[in-house]
């Protein structure tokens, strides 16, 4: 490791080696220095950690260059082959059309025309603008006295109110794309000359959340039966206090749900995974190790990372052999339409068993010279515990290979909960855990319903005019009947 053509680890060794030769350094002094260059070794692995050697993102690797593009290969710049385009093009019937007549002018003179057709071309805007419609019921009044009152549509209850489209709005900008309240606000306030309050939005947002008890219910019901599922979890904020955001889904669904702890808890009160019996894909997290009704599988991007660290930190050769293993097997799996015929499993199955075997010997168990009575397991170091895993869960690490269902890595998980972040980014936080599962529903049913084809603004529509997309809708009502 050099840093700044200094080479570090041979310096340090260099220090230690004359701190074994200084005879005349006191305990004290000794046990300090000893310290120090414990703190230096620690310090110097997690400077040189960067995003392909932990999770740490691109964002943060130091001394990045923000210019840096990955090479082109032999692609040609724009769509590839098979891309499909999204050119805009005319339509059948415009909104408004403007006829432009010749200037006679300009055309020569002597001669007689007659109109033989058109050219076209169409321009396509947008309006932004509010849109009042008054509603007035009829009064009738009898001979009698008595009058009568033409009924409202339902849910026009008040004097002066918002319509659907005005809450699809609000909700679409504050919960799809994480604007802020204030914000939602001026946008309403300068482009609609509507002024929306934070409460507004607040209840907006609420009246969503509550519409979806159902369809919660519902998204909870079809996890728990599938096949596979993805499962992770990352830190939010709450009010200053530090909570967890727990992401189940899969190809087709989505849920989230914040709680103040990151394990069994929390995972048996959203009370999907204690009845989940397929296959579970996390990042060995050992909690999720507690659900013994389902097959696990690990997430081997994790691995890659961690081996790519093993190999350039710690100097560990079998690091870098199960690394390029992992990474040919998963093309082998991709070519043979994601799962391996039994020999040739078996085949990769003896081959990573011959890798963890030599590796034993390069990464040995560290040994026990603890005085006699002392308990507790042995520290081991970063590799060490690596492989100790690859050794454990081998079936967990390689199920890709033998199950079509079960992907390489954990990534869907990964990408479900990554906007997370973001939003913590732009706000900071949740300024309470109401808000923040209010938001945790919402995101959740555009989630899904984006899974399946249906766009966040239809999805909000079918919502506020009371309803719910007909593949939400279809199957609730295939249980309803079932029970």
């Keep these: 490791m050099k840093i700044q053509d200094i080479d570090v680890e041979s310096t340090i060794e260099s220090v230690k080696l004359s701190l074994k030769n200084e005879k005349d350094l006191s305990p004290a002094l000794r046990s300090s220095l000893e310290v120090l260059l414990l703190l230096v070794g620690l310090l110097l692995n997690r400077v040189t950690l960067n995003s392909s050697t932990s999770s740490i993102p691109p964002s943060q690797d130091p001394n990045r260059d923000k210019k840096a593009r990955p090479p082109r290969g032999k692609r040609k710049p724009g769509g590839q082959k098979g891309h499909k385009g999204c050119t805009l093009e005319p339509v059948a019937e415009p909104d408004e059309i403007v006829p432009i007549k010749i200037d006679k002018r300009t055309i020569p003179t002597g001669v007689e025309y007659k109109e033989v057709g058109y050219e076209s071309r169409q321009v396509f805007d947008i309006k932004i603008c509010a849109v009042v419609t008054e509603y007035r019921a009829q009064i009738l009044e009898g001979s009698d006295g008595y009058q009568y009152t033409a009924p409202f549509p339902e849910g026009v209850v008040a004097r002066a109110q918002y ?202 168990p560290p040994i026990d010279n603890r005085r006699s009575g002392t308990r507790g397991r042995l520290k081991r170091s970063k590799s060490r515990n690596l492989l100790e895993r690859l050794i454990n869960y081998e079936d967990d690490v390689l199920r890709f290979m033998s199950d079509a269902i079960v992907p390489f890595t954990n990534n869907q998980g990964e990408n479900d909960i990554r906007m997370t972040k973001v939003q913590q980014k732009i706000s900071g936080c949740f300024r309470s855990m109401d808000g923040a599962l209010i938001s945790c529903r919402i995101r959740g049913y555009l989630s899904t319903c984006r899974k399946n084809g249906v766009s966040a603004t239809d999805a909000l529509n079918m919502l506020f005019d009371g309803q719910l997309p007909s593949f939400i809708a279809n199957t609730i009502q295939s249980q309803a009947q079932a029970a």
């Design 163 to 364: 319509g659907n489209t005005v809450k699809v709005q609000a909700v679409y900008l504050s919960q799809k794309q994480l604007i802020p309240y204030e914000r939602v606000h001026e946008q309403f306030a300068d482009q609609f000359l509507m002024p929306l309050s934070a409460g507004t939005i607040h209840n907006f947002n609420r009246k969503a959340f509550d519409k979806l008890e159902e369809y919660e219910s519902w998204v909870k019901y079809q996890l728990t039966n599938s096949t596979l599922l993805h499962v992770d979890e990352t830190g939010i904020n709450i009010n200053g206090k530090r909570h967890w955001l727990h992401c189940t889904s899969n190809l087709q669904f989505t849920y989230y749900y914040p709680h103040e702890r990151r394990g069994t808890e929390a995972m048996d009160q959203i009370d999907i995974l204690p009845h989940f019996t397929g296959v579970l894909c996390h990042d060995h997290w050992k909690p999720y190790y507690t659900y013994l009704f389902c097959l696990h599988s690990l997430c081997n991007a994790h691995h890659l990372r961690e081996l790519q660290r093993a190999w350039e930190q710690d100097k560990q050769a079998w690091a870098r052999t199960m690394r390029q293993y992992l990474i040919e097997l998963n093309t082998a799996v991709n070519k043979a339409q994601g799962k391996l015929d039994l020999d040739e499993a078996t085949r990769w199955y003896a081959r990573y068993r011959r890798i963890t075997k030599k590796a034993q010997i390069e990464c040995p």
